[in-house]
């Protein structure tokens, strides 16, 4: 089984471009979240995809945003881009149960750095 | 609000020794507890969850969690620690109902093994 894999791996931008990063969930596996791992704070939730629906969204300015395709990929984009904006960005998915205690399995990550 | 301490940002322990990862959250109710870790250069990877029943609770890799309520604690050990274990391990928190995307996760806690 094919784990959840995210790109590019590494993704460097200048300050106000555009970047965009892609995860592709376990199959089977309808629900991706996002999350910003930035130097000494941890993981923090951005956004949950389900079904092709936002269905959650974490303290981020809306230049954070995304989609679910049909096939439950998910693309993150972050406009407008800012230094502190440069971190790992890890995908996660789960099954069809939403509920916490279903196991989120987590992709490699990408890194962005923004100079 | 939910939050999660892991005080230590950083520890070394020789191969073969003990190791204990601290952990501390504060949640107004019965809280849902994780431990993942982080391997260089890799994604998350759940270790142990635990909400209910005996506190101490078992772990892949030979990991083993204990719940504290009265000192709102979820320590994380292992009697032999193997150069493997060098990674990044972080506490999570969550509602025993409701989404991960509900799940607050410490700011990590580096393990280095030297041999």
């Known amino acids: 089984e094919a784990g959840v894999t995210q790109s590019p791996t590494h993704l460097i931008k200048t300050r106000g471009q555009q970047a965009t990063l892609r995860c592709s969930p376990i199959?089977?596996?309808?629900?991706v979240y996002w999350y910003q791992q930035a130097l000494g704070l941890g993981l923090q939730f951005l956004l949950w995809?389900?079904?092709?629906?936002?269905?959650n969204r974490g303290n981020f300015p809306p230049r954070f945003s995304g989609r679910q395709f049909p096939n439950y990929s998910s693309e993150l984009n972050v406009n407008a881009l800012e230094l502190e904006d440069s971190a790992l960005y890890l995908c996660?998915?789960?099954?069809?149960?939403?509920?916490?205690?279903?196991?989120?399995?987590f992709g490699n990550g990408t890194r962005l750095t923004v100079t | 609000a939910q939050s999660v301490t892991q005080p230590d940002i950083h520890i070394t322990v020789s191969e073969g020794a003990s190791l204990e990862l601290r952990c501390n959250y504060s949640?107004?109710?019965?809280?849902?507890l994780f431990w993942y870790v982080q391997s260089p250069g890799q994604g998350l990877q759940l270790l142990l969850k635990?909400?209910?029943?005996?506190?101490l609770v078992q772990g892949i890799k030979g990991f083993e969690a204990e719940f504290k309520r009265s000192q709102s604690s979820f320590n994380l050990r292992k009697p032999s620690v193997h150069w493997s274990d060098a990674a990044e391990y972080f506490c999570?928190?969550?509602?025993?109902?409701?989404?991960?995307?509900?799940?607050?996760f410490g700011t990590g806690t580096r393990l280095q093994v030297t041999l």
């Open positions: 996660a998915s789960s099954g069809t149960d939403r509920s916490v205690n279903s196991p989120l399995h």
């Open positions: 199959s089977g596996h309808t629900s």
């Open positions: 995809y389900d079904e092709g629906e936002e269905r």
């Open positions: 949640y107004g109710a019965t809280p849902y």
């Open positions: 635990y909400f209910s029943g005996d506190t």
């Open positions: 999570a928190v969550g509602p025993l109902t409701g989404t991960a995307s509900k799940l607050t």
